[in-house]
């Protein structure tokens, strides 16, 4: 067959000739993210739902058309960039989304060109001795001993369940503060595992008093009750007090998991590592580089305290792992997911954790913890808005003096509306508030006031 000419669409990404099909295509990209980006001209699109979704449909046109249309790539993606809610902008500060490296999105970049598939090693030498290289040191920073990749914290806390289970039968019963992520008692549901026990929360964190009082009132065999504590929070960034319920685990026997999705990558921060102390006495703790790690979707990860526990995920098919394959040296990677095709996203990983090394990484997760502070202390000094507390990472959560919370859901509706802010929304001491999420190195002291100026001009008087 012969090679598409130059300007083909059908050219392919790799190969001898992909670099040449790829440069013209990389400029039409970047300069539809641009375009689109001045098209925007702010955090997110103003008009809401239906006038994003009338632009959407004007640019696509017909999904499928008989004939191609060459300048597609452009058309979209400034369609995209367009309607887009912009992590890297300085107000967009609703949720843990990060703004991606430049130096991780261009990792990301050679894995889609070279395109191979981590379910089996001749289709992914390199990337599988890679991804064992980089799981294993980063599940020892975390004082645990192998990890495995994953989509993100949901899939991680799904086979925390999963592993326990395996270990310990389908009776294991979940533990877990009325502050924890959806995803583990959704996990319990599609396990088959008995109705989670909730644990009140009411400062935000885990009470000690209940959660002894639930380990000693429904005391079972030991490893009978998984205990999922968490290392910063969705709405607050909070962390439960991880070594006294390390400790209670201990004495009642129970198996402990710490959902470190959103807190995790202050481990890199000399600062602020202590605050995860007790993270080394998990027996399986959920990383997310997706959220304080600036690495473009997906980059998660499951740290398990004994490698033995994956054993569980083992599986055989002849086609990717036949025995005499495995007995002749070739590595068996079906048992480090409960995926089979999966793309090596441990290479955007490895590449910015050897770019800007523990000391780098650290250096950011300090920029965005001091910018929490900073915002902070604006909102504390502001007669017109009341901060709920300093915060722990890098979120703040705060609304205007004697509002109702209807007003403060209206407000953030307006801000999105109008395309001049994304901020998020918590419920804590049963009320609502605003939620800024700082994940943005570069933001700085002045984007914080306009933020604030912008809430404020949005509130009724």
Request: glycine letters at 8%.
């Amino acid at each position: 067959m012969s090679t598409p000419p130059p300007g083909d669409p059908a050219r392919l990404a790799s190969g001898p000739d992909g670099p040449h099909a790829l440069r013209p295509l990389l400029d039409t990209v970047l300069d539809a993210l641009d375009s689109g980006r001045r098209a925007r001209s702010g955090p997110l699109p103003a008009g809401g739902p239906d006038a994003v979704a009338a632009r959407m449909r004007d640019a696509l046109g017909d999904v499928l058309p008989e004939s191609g249309d060459p300048d597609a790539l452009r058309t979209l993606v400034h369609a995209l960039a367009e309607g887009a809610a912009d992590p890297a902008d300085p107000l967009c500060a609703a949720h843990l989304h990060c703004p991606p490296l430049a130096v991780a999105t261009a990792a990301d970049l050679a894995v889609s060109v070279l395109n191979p598939s981590l379910d089996s090693w001749d289709q992914a030498p390199a990337a599988s001795e890679l991804e064992a290289l980089v799981t294993r040191e980063l599940a020892h920073a975390t004082g645990l001993a192998d990890s495995v990749v994953t989509t993100g914290g949901t899939e991680s806390n799904q086979l925390a369940l999963l592993l326990a289970r395996e270990s310990h039968g389908s009776g294991v019963r979940l533990v877990c503060g009325a502050n924890a992520h959806h995803s583990l008692p959704r996990a319990a549901w599609l396990l088959g595992l008995p109705e989670p026990v909730v644990v009140p929360a009411p400062s935000g964190t885990l009470d000690l008093a209940a959660l002894h009082e639930a380990l000693t009132d429904i005391a079972g065999p030991r490893g009978s009750l998984l205990v999922a504590a968490t290392a910063g929070t969705t709405d607050a960034g909070l962390i439960d007090p991880l070594p006294e319920i390390a400790g209670l685990c201990a004495a009642h026997g129970a198996r402990l998991h710490i959902d470190a999705a959103h807190g995790g990558a202050l481990l890199f921060s000399d600062r602020h590592r202590d605050k995860l102390t007790g993270l080394e006495a998990a027996h399986t703790v959920t990383l997310d580089l997706h959220k304080l790690g600036w690495q473009p979707v997906a980059a998660g990860l499951l740290a398990v305290r004994r490698p033995r526990d994956l054993a569980v995920l083992h599986q055989r098919a002849d086609y990717l792992n036949a025995g005499d394959d495995t007995e002749a040296g070739l590595p068996d990677l079906l048992g480090r997911s409960l995926r089979t095709t999966r793309r090596p996203d441990i290479l955007k990983i490895a590449v910015t954790l050897k770019t800007l090394g523990r000391t780098g990484v650290g250096a950011l997760v300090d920029q965005v913890c001091a910018r929490a502070r900073e915002f902070a202390d604006l909102v504390r000094d502001h007669p017109g808005f009341e901060l709920y507390d300093r915060p722990t990472i890098s979120t703040v959560l705060f609304r205007p003096a004697g509002a109702t919370d209807d007003t403060v859901a209206a407000v953030r509706r307006k801000l999105l509306t109008d395309g001049h802010a994304v901020l998020g929304r918590a419920r804590l001491d049963d009320r609502l508030w605003l939620k800024a999420t700082l994940l943005n190195p570069d933001t700085r002291p002045d984007d914080l006031a306009g933020l604030l100026k912008l809430v404020e001009g949005s509130t009724p008087r």
